[in-house]
């Protein structure tokens, strides 16, 4: 079945770590996403790619890093630089429909917590 | 981003109605999309509304005013399964989306 896998499912970082969160799609989707949930907040966007071997930042990528090698793919990267990177992660895919019309499909996230 | 407001939390009981309520900035406005999320889960797409008036799906329908900047969700016959988050969110003239908090859904038996 087509879909999005995220992973892992859990992921721990220690101070001054970097670490890497997984997305894959085979939804032949030109577009991908990352977003970050907070309690009581709303997903918020930190990278965003509408083709490969492009990428834009969201509303805080700071701390973050992405690359877009293939159009399957779109791995995230917390850095140390990311002070408060607790939180649940959703990687999102969509087509490129005219006008951003078409809806966005997320994985199951990646549940990202500090040592 | 832009503004979305949504209730933080309802309750209702089985079998009845509730209508979750979405205000948004009208500037930009490109379309409105609606997600359920059930705890721990990935959000799934419910509904999108780009033109005024009332798009059903089953059980579910969702209704937009653009020169109000106003949308709401309507869940009839809740089911416990309907216990969720549902999550409002805009497009604003470009390939993103802006979402609000979420409204926590709680239906009661």
């Known amino acids: 079945d087509g879909g999005i896998t995220q992973s892992p499912k859990y992921l721990f970082r220690k101070e001054g770590q970097n670490v890497t969160l997984s997305c894959e799609q085979n939804l032949n989707h030109d577009a991908m996403y990352w977003y970050r949930q907070d309690p009581g907040q709303g997903l918020r966007l930190i990278y965003y790619?509408?083709?490969?071997?492009?990428?834009q930042k969201g509303d805080i990528a700071e701390g973050y890093s992405v690359s877009r090698e293939k159009k399957e793919s779109f791995p995230l990267t917390v850095t140390s630089a990311q002070k408060n990177p607790t939180a649940f992660y959703l990687c999102a895919s969509s087509p490129r429909g005219s006008e951003g019309n078409q809806p966005q499909h997320f994985g199951d996230g990646t549940r990202l917590s500090i040592l | 981003g832009q503004n979305i407001d949504q209730p933080t939390e309802m309750t209702a009981t089985e079998g009845a109605i509730v209508q979750i309520n979405c205000t948004y900035q009208t500037s930009g406005f490109n379309g409105l999309f609606w997600y359920q999320q059930h705890a721990g889960e990935a959000p799934t797409f419910l509904s999108y509304n780009v033109l005024d008036g009332l798009e059903e799906k089953g059980r579910f329908s969702s209704f937009l005013s653009r020169s109000k900047g106003y949308s709401y969700l309507l869940l009839k016959e809740l089911q416990m399964k309907d216990s969720a988050s549902y999550l409002c969110?805009?497009?604003?003239?470009?390939?993103?989306?802006?979402f609000g908090a979420g409204t926590t859904v709680t239906v009661r038996a």
């Open positions: 969110a805009v497009n604003f003239n470009d390939y993103k989306l802006s």
């Open positions: 790619s509408q083709i490969v071997n492009d990428f």
